[in-house]
């Protein structure tokens, strides 16, 4: 009830309502929430899949959910390893043809589904061949995520200035170049006809600058604080 007040309260400020984790499913009430929310705005969210069932993916489709981004961090033996589990690439990929069929079926465009992985030096070799996989079950879209290594979300901060300082990053070896792997990645996908899209928008040279600390952070500015109110796990609102 707490969460439906706040999406109350909000509607007239606000133009979409996002879930996301953690993983949203792991509450026992979601479907609910998630519901209530589409009947007042356009709702998307993310999840791993794991957790998705074919009637839920009905749903998904009936409450004309806008779009749902499934994390999958390459192919199976990388996304598994990534994540520690040996039958989550599988889930992954069930809950996906779940919500195909049902769209489908229902003659519906959205919701929309979205792959997205975060780029790491133990991945990156298997995203042309995930590329191959989502195209077959008929996904366009796969977002590709910087990792970001600031803790100041999950730990305390001894100063506000921890926020604004430029996080370390996850250096690949001196033999990538990750400016040129991306730009075959890219290639590869638009012949498959899948839509790279890369988080924040930057350029193939600047995603690449970023892993090696070399990305110029000065010409970007944060909106967040004026565009989005985020309610963490933790029922901070902020």
Sequence with gaps: EEIKNIILNTLPFITKVNFCGGEIFLRNDIMDILA????????????NGTLVTSEMAQDFVNMKIRSILISIDGTKHHHD???GRSDVFESALQAIEYIVKWKKDGNRVFPRIVVNSVVME??????????????????KNLGLQMVDNSHYRFSPMKSISEVFTIPSTVNFSPSTNLEEELIRLHNSARKAGVNIDIKPQVTFSEFSDYYSNKMDLSPFYCTHPWSQMIISPYGDVY
């Design 36 to 47: 209530f929310a589409a009947k007042r705005k356009p709702v998307n969210f993310v999840t």
């Design 81 to 83: 390893d990534i994540r």
């Design 122 to 139: 133990n991945n990156l070799s298997s995203l042309p061949e995930l590329v191959k996989e989502i195209s077959r079950l008929g996904v």
